[in-house]
Structures are given as structure tokens and as C-alpha cells.
């Protein structure tokens, strides 16, 4: 306790992007690791969901994937504007990391695992591989 107060826990949020579903991952700032959270619809109903999950988990700072050299400059930049929008809409700090091949890590991984359904928690999981990876690169500031 400080002050008198509980100490909250604040989280790391993973992103990965894309137009269809949109998978995230989470990891707390004390342990820095990063489990697999869920799946959204990219859809009307993202930004509200997005910001039910930013206060309910008490997220402080995003990670959004960013395509490699593999895709268009319009590809990339469409995860760099949602990166943006988080941070304006939310007002949360929004970092990037390069995600090659996390789809077919996320498969392997849930194969591996023997998980049902794999196609359906691969979003998820490249979430938390890209949210791994960066924990691993970088510390947080905060």
C-alpha cells in the first residue's frame, strides 16, 4: 500500500490488427508477461469495446503490430492510424513492433498446445507473441 491506497495494477495492452478481427493480449508491467485475451470484431462495435477493456484492465500503454517489409506502405500505414486513434481516443501511449510470421508462430504454438479451434485463437495469440517479443525488447517507462 502507499499513501494508504492499493497499489493498481496497470497493463500492457498487445494489438494485432487487421480488417477483419482485431486480437489482443495482455501483460501487467510487474511481471512483463503476456498472455493470449481475446478477439474482436473489427466492426462498429470495436472502439466501444476497446474502451470498456482500456478501463476495465487499467491499460496504460499499447502495443500495435506492424506489418514487415511484406505489405503495402497503405497496409502499414493502416495499423500506424489505429495506433493513433488509440492514443487520441483513449489517451494511452501507443508504441509499435515489426510482426513477421506471427500468425504461423501463433499456429504452431496453439498446435503444439493441442488447442481446438486454432484458426479461431490465432488472432489472440499473435497478440501475445507480438506483445512477448516487445516486452522482451524494451522496457517500459512508467
Not at 466501444?48 to 517489409?69: H, S, T
Not at 497503405?74 to 486513434?85: D, R
Not at 516486452?135 to 512508467?142: G, Q, R, Y
Amino acid at each position: 500500500m502507499e499513501n494508504g491506497k492499493a497499489l493498481e495494477i496497470k497493463h500492457i495492452l498487445g494489438v494485432d490488427f487487421g480488417t477483419s478481427n482485431v486480437g489482443l493480449s495482455l501483460a501487467d508491467t510487474e511481471t512483463r508477461i503476456a498472455f493470449a485475451f481475446g478477439v474482436l470484431k473489427n466492426n462498429n462495435e470495436l472502439w466501444r469495446d476497446l474502451e470498456k477493456i482500456v478501463a476495465q484492465e487499467n491499460i496504460q500503454q499499447v502495443v500495435v503490430g506492424v506489418p514487415g517489409y511484406a505489405l503495402t506502405e497503405k497496409e502499414k500505414n493502416e495499423h500506424q492510424i489505429f495506433g493513433e486513434q488509440l492514443a487520441k481516443k483513449f489517451a494511452v501511449e501507443v508504441a509499435y513492433a515489426e510482426e513477421m510470421f506471427t500468425t504461423q508462430s501463433a499456429h504452431k504454438n496453439l498446435q503444439e498446445a493441442q488447442k481446438k479451434n486454432v484458426g479461431k485463437n490465432d488472432d489472440a495469440e499473435s497478440a501475445r507473441i507480438i506483445l512477448q517479443d516487445w516486452l522482451d525488447k524494451f522496457s517500459v517507462n512508467h
